[in-house]
Structures are given as C-alpha cells and as structure tokens.
C-alpha cells in the first residue's frame, strides 16, 4: 500500500510509518524496529559489501530500473567510496513491488590495465522524443581504486531499455574542457532530464561538481548538456558554492513550467547541528537551457531543513504527464546531525518556496533518488539501515501518493 499524503489547504500530513510521534520538523529520534519499503539492494549480498548511490528512471517500455554502486571490500572501513565499485541495475515490471535479478552495467578499467575500478555517480537520462525516443543515456564517473587524483567523466547508452549497453566514451575533454586531467569531477548522482519546454526541447542536462584548482580551490557546481542523443556532451552553467559555505557537492536539476532550470546541490555552512540545517542546500537557476546560470554563485534554500552534509534528490511531479511544470518534490533526510528521517517536501512555485510534507521514515537514511509512478504518486529509491546499522546497510524503494496541487 502507499504511504498517503493528504492535502489540508497549502499544508500537508502523513500518517507516519511504523509509530511514533513526530514533531513535524524531521528532528524525531523514534526508531523503528525494521526499515521501510522494498529492498532492491542489501549489503552481503551478490558478492559485494554493500551497495550505495541510488539511482532510478522509468524506461520507455514502462519499467523502472534501478542503478546503484556496487561495493567491495576496501581497507578495514565498511563501504569504502573509494574501493573497487562496479556500476549494478535492478528492473521492476510492477511499480517496484518486485525487482529482476542483478545486472552488471559498467565495471573495471577503461583501458583494461590491471588495476581496480572505482565506477560510480550514476546519472540515467531517458530520452521521449526525436530520432532517439526511447533510449537511456548514463553518464558516470571513474578513478583508480584507491586514489582520487584523476576523476574521469563516461556515457554509455541503451536503445534496448537497458538490457546491454553501449561501451562507455570517456569524456574528460568535454566536460573538463581546461581543466586539469587530475582533480575532483562529479557526475548527479540522481537522474538527469530532457527539457521539454522551448527551444531547446529535447536536450539533455545532467548536474556535475567539481574543484578546478586551475582557477579555484572553491568547489563549482554546473549542468552539463547534449544535443546529440547524448552521443555528445558540453559543460555549460558553472558557478560556485556560496561564499561562506564549508561545503558544497552533488548536483541534480529539474525544469520548471517556463522552461527554467532549477539546479540544487548540498551544502553546509558551519559545523553540524539543528541550526545548520537551514543552509544545507543551495540553489541556482538557468533560463537559457543549462548554458549559464542567472546569478554568480550558488545562494541558500533556506526552507528546506535537512541534514547538513548529504544528498538530496528532486523530481518535476508532472514528469508523469510529459511536460514540465511548476510542482517540484525534493527528497533528503531531515535530522540536523544524523543521516536520519528521511522526508519530503514540496513545492508549487518551480523551487521558489518549499513546505514539509513528509517523513518516509524514521531510520537511518542517506542518498536517494525519486521517479514518478503516476500523476499521484512518487517512488523513493534511497539508502537506510537500523539504529543498530548504518545509513549504508540497503537501498529500498518506497512509494509515497504525492496530493493534487492547484
């Protein structure tokens, strides 16, 4: 059954998952006895540690295909981002209330040197219209395992739905263009889009961060565009964190009613607490289809309380209806110093303004990714574990029904 939201005039409720009282702010230490919604992907399993950095998108024959990295062993930490990390799917045929066998996507080194693969930051992009209608782009990202000195952007593709995949096309010289080979580059993670409004309809547009020491030590968020199916690509709006942030990464975007890019990363300023919540994400808008942002650096959205430090993830709720509209859903967990209660909030007006509007869970929580089921309802792919576990334990999808804004 879905979690259900109701509308009671701009303000929303939910009847909470597994008990508990909630003080409607996301800050709740209640903790489950079991985590919520379907398991996709659970740690020890298939040959691998664990799993992390979700990623999902409804393909064109209408099933939804979940990606995430698939983690090995590395050194004594558990769940090393730097370990030798294959690039995994799972498909659902139902709206994920079951998932397919696992499948390998992408794995090891480019060149087919002896050496350990970090694959990861998966970004899947559909494409609904033109002479590749149908097809899913993946962009990714890869360095030696162990090492973060060089940081190397790739895109496959699938004209099949995702059942084999084009080899993946390194794309450093596109999307660094200047920049060092060596340094941090980042692909989402979360899905990508296709505008869908004016006159460039059909462009691909992915969020990617990076530090160019080149010219700054200031870490950089961007959108990165194709034009060509996604055979192509070119890094276009780049700005920087804001001034006084600690912290910035981890960009996704979404198109709005006019056309309007909205770009939203992670951020902190200051050290973690309830207060720090109010600067965890910040914002920046395109008006010209992700070739440059309005502003000079990237400012706060400060209504929406998360916790500091971890991605969050956004859909277009009219994604289901094909055209982009002004009712936006963003996905992050709440707590102000732990990866925990994972919430949802909304928005009516593009990303000008934001309300709570739900707590999916009261466990551990992490990274996720959302995809529209219908016009009503939105599925949340997201990491989460026990109090006695970890945020990175499993990746579970939950549905949750979205209300019908005016």
Not at 51 to 63: L, N
Not at 342 to 363: M, R
Request: proline share 5%; glycine share 12%.
């Amino acid at each position: 059954m879905f979690t259900q939201l109701m509308t009671a005039g701009a303000i929303l409720a939910l009847a909470l998952p597994m008990g508990g009282a909630d003080p409607g702010d996301g800050t709740s230490d209640h903790w489950p006895e079991q985590t919520d919604g379907v398991t996709v992907f659970d740690k020890g399993t298939e040959g691998f540690q664990c799993f992390r950095i979700p990623a999902v998108i409804r393909a064109g024959d209408g099933s939804l295909i979940a990606f995430a990295e698939a983690r090995r062993a590395h050194g004594t930490a558990f769940c090393h981002d730097d370990g030798s990390i294959d690039l995994v799917m799972r498909r659902s045929h139902d709206d994920g209330r079951t998932w397919s066998r696992l499948r390998t996507v992408l794995a090891g080194d480019p060149w087919g040197r002896d050496l350990g693969a970090t694959r990861g930051n998966p970004v899947p992009i559909l494409i609904t219209r033109g002479e590749h209608a149908g097809r899913i782009v993946l962009l990714s990202t890869w360095n030696v395992e162990g090492s973060r000195a060089e940081r190397r952007p790739f895109v496959q593709y699938s004209d099949d739905h995702g059942r084999t995949w084009s080899e993946a096309v390194d794309l450093t010289a596109q999307l660094k263009p200047g920049f060092p080979t060596h340094g941090w580059y980042a692909t989402g993670p979360q899905h990508g889009i296709e505008i869908t409004h004016g006159e460039h309809a059909g462009r691909l547009v992915a969020g990617v961060n990076f530090v160019n020491t080149a010219e700054s030590a200031r870490a950089q968020g961007g959108l990165a565009y194709s034009d060509d199916g996604g055979i192509t690509w070119t890094l276009g709006a780049t700005a920087p964190m804001p001034a006084d942030a600690d912290h910035f990464s981890e960009v996704g975007v979404e198109e709005t009613d006019d056309g309007t890019l909205y770009a939203i990363g992670r951020s902190r300023k200051g050290p973690k607490s309830e207060e720090t919540r109010e600067f965890s994400r910040s914002v920046a808008t395109s008006t010209d289809g992700g070739e440059t942002f309005t502003a000079d650096a990237f400012a706060y959205q400060s209504d929406l309380l998360t916790t500091p430090e971890v991605q969050g993830s956004i859909v277009n709720a009219s994604q289901a209806e094909g055209e982009a509209g002004d009712r936006l859903v963003y996905a992050a967990p709440q707590h102000g110093t732990l990866r925990k209660n994972l919430g949802l909030f909304v928005s009516a007006d593009g990303g000008d303004s934001w309300t709570p509007a739900a707590t999916l869970t009261y466990n551990r929580s992490g990274y996720s990714d959302m995809v529209m089921l219908d016009d009503e309802s939105v599925g949340v792919l997201y990491e989460t574990g026990l109090r006695s576990g970890d945020a990175r334990d499993r990746i579970v999808f939950q549905p949750a029904e979205l209300p019908r804004w005016r």
